[in-house]
């Protein structure tokens, strides 16, 4: 099993997400008006109370201050301008109030600021909003909104923020945003959004961010995007993409974060990337079709905090000079044709804010150099599986004692697994799979309380279990299949009690009997102890294991009956028991266990009559 990082976008957009949250204007004092002319403040009191009856739900109280014991101007969530005591600002942001936003909201026509994030408002964002003329932000981020954007958004000139992010609109989006020539920011991620990113956005003079990450959005990116000169966030990933990124786009000075991660997009970068976007500080172009070689240039980029160049088609070599980055924290080169050097390893130890490399199948062959061990002691996840590396594990891999997750598995690594392994003490993943490593588990292991999966299959692993796994009370995967492991699976394994999803001890050479004590693994999915050497009868305390879904066995020496205590395995759905030395009846109990799909009961001296309802339905 490969260790990868798949919420890297989820990562990405709540980065995005806080950065534009920090990224406000002061709002200007209200001017006062032209004229006296309705409506009047009455008109506001009577639309923030049209506002509160359309909540039907709210947990905290906060609008029990919305009531004539207190002039509107002075209830929560509401601030008026001081001349004419209209409402200014209606933020109601974080309270999880539930219910729709009424069309009376329209008569608050002196709003500025609209924030009703992090709530669950439903229904559609009403049309009324085109009557806010002097509106600035509006934020309903984070809500259960649907409809389409109304297009008489338009009319609200002064508009600079537009945030409808995590939300349920549909439609594209409006090309009469267009109009909108004071727009700063424009924030529609997490949508349902189709059609493509509107060729407007080449008018919006001043816009600095535009996030419409995870929606359905296809198509090209539009060359006007390149006339944005004050653009810093343009964050398109997780769409349908296609074709080339305009070179315009990689001209904008300014930007910051770029990312067009899982997307159909093609083409090669540029080679002066670095000196054009000198700003960059997250370039995350992962899951595309972009191909060539990496540019050298990109050492120019010296505020990069994040290069995710993940699954695309890019060759050559790794460019050494992106250890002068010093600023780097995620690197992320998998699944690429990046050639079989790993020397530029060793020029990575200049990046002392090092948090995240992730190498996995760019084909690497070769020695892992030591000099690994001199990476930044910040490092928390470092992937290197599905590759061709060969050689010892380098002892000074445990200089990284703040490792969280260790993926090597899928190479050739040999030797043993390093007792210094035991200083990582908040390791959580660690997979050694798939190599020819060979010698004993060291028993260092059971340092690792943190430890949450262990993966060591298909290795040459001998000896038995150490007895100081008992220790690693938080693992819920424990895979040491396909070794040579021996002797009695010692009965700290099944004192595990966090084992909820894994415990993989097939295909060694394990003797004795399954313990009774099964049964402490109350919570594991999965099972399997098959071609093993383990004899004696089935414990009947295996029915008590009520959450197996996998339940593998075969290919022992187990005798005895098939206990009727599998009846109670009810979320069973594979159960194998075959080239055993099993007799008397199958428990007529198995019939009713209503997911079983998959049951092999064969090579066996099972007698009488055979079920003939559930999985023996024929």
């Not at 690994?372 to 050689?391: A, D, P, V």
Request: hydrophobic share 40%; glycine share 8%.
């Amino acid at each position: 099993m490969k260790l990868h990082n798949p919420n890297f976008l989820a990562l990405l957009c709540s980065a995005f997400l806080h950065i534009i949250l920090l990224f406000t204007v002061t709002l200007l004092c209200l001017k006062p008006a032209t004229s006296s002319a309705t409506p009047t403040n009455e008109t506001d009191r009577l639309a923030l109370l049209k506002f509160k009856e359309s909540i039907d739900y709210d947990p905290y109280g906060i609008l029990s201050s919305w009531n004539d014991s207190f002039h509107f101007c002075n209830w929560h969530g509401i601030t008026c301008g001081r001349r004419h005591q209209r409402v200014t600002n209606l933020e109601l942001q974080g309270h999880n109030l539930r219910g729709t936003i009424p069309p009376y909201i329209g008569n608050l026509t002196f709003l500025r600021a609209i924030n009703l994030q992090n709530n669950s408002f439903y229904g559609e964002i009403p049309k009324e909003v085109g009557q806010f003329f002097r509106l600035r932000d509006l934020n309903l981020t984070n809500n259960s909104l649907g409809g389409e954007i109304p297009t008489n958004l338009s009319s609200c000139s002064e508009l600079r923020y537009i945030r409808v992010s995590n939300n349920k609109l549909i439609g594209k989006i409006p090309k009469e945003l267009g109009s909108l020539t004071k727009l700063i920011s424009l924030v529609v991620a997490r949508n349902n959004f189709i059609g493509g990113i509107p060729s407007f956005l080449g008018n919006l003079s001043l816009l600095v961010s535009f996030s419409a990450t995870e929606n359905d959005l296809e198509g090209n990116i539009p060359e006007s995007v390149g006339r944005l000169k004050s653009l810093s966030y343009f964050i398109v990933g997780g769409n349908k993409l296609n074709g080339t990124v305009p070179s315009s786009l990689y001209n904008i000075s300014s930007i910051r974060i770029l990312s067009f991660i899982q997307n159909q997009l093609s083409g090669t970068l540029p080679e002066n990337i670095g000196h054009t976007l000198s700003n960059l500080q997250w370039f995350s172009i992962s899951d595309n079709k972009f191909f060539g070689s990496i540019p050298s240039s990109l050492c120019n980029a010296s505020k990069l905090q994040v290069l995710a160049l993940n699954n695309n088609s890019f060759v050559g070599s790794i460019p050494t000079n992106l250890g002068s980055l010093q600023d780097l924290e995620y690197l992320q080169l998998s699944d690429n044709k990046l050639g079989k050097d790993l020397d530029f390893l060793t020029s990575l130890r200049n990046c002392s804010k090092m948090d995240m490399l992730e190498l996995v199948e760019i084909q690497f062959e070769g020695v892992l150099p030591s000099s690994i061990g001199n990476l930044s002691t910040q490092l928390t996840e470092l992937y290197l599986g599905g590759n061709k590396i060969s050689g010892t594990i380098p002892v000074a891999l445990q200089n990284l004692i703040n490792l969280i997750i260790l993926g090597m598995e899928e190479n050739v690594f040999t030797g043993m697994i390093p007792t210094g392994f035991g200083k990582f003490r908040k390791m959580q993943g660690l997979a050694l799979s798939k190599n020819k490593l060979s010698g004993k588990i060291p028993s260092s292991i059971g340092n690792l309380t943190q430890l949450a999966e262990l993966f060591l299959s298909q290795n040459n692993l001998e000896g038995s279990i150490p007895p100081s796994i008992g220790t690693c009370q938080s693992l819920q995967k424990l895979d040491v299949s396909q070794n040579k492991l021996s002797g009695v699976i010692p009965q700290q394994v099944f004192q595990i009690f966090s084992l909820s999803l894994l415990l993989n001890l097939s295909h060694n050479s394990f003797s004795g009997k399954l313990p009774v004590e099964v049964d402490s693994l109350k919570i594991i999915n999965s099972l399997d102890v098959s071609k093993n050497n383990l004899s004696g009868e089935i414990p009947t305390t295996i029915g008590n294991c009520l959450n197996l879904v996998y339940l593998g066995l075969q290919g022992n020496s187990f005798n005895g009956t098939i206990p009727s205590s599998m009846a109670s395995l009810k979320s069973l759905e594979h159960l194998d028991v075959s080239q055993n030395n099993l007799s008397g009846l199958i428990p007529k109990g198995l019939e009713k266990l209503s997911f079983l799909k998959y049951l092999n009961i064969s090579f066996n001296n099972i007698e009488g009559e055979v079920p003939t309802k559930g999985v023996f339905r024929m």
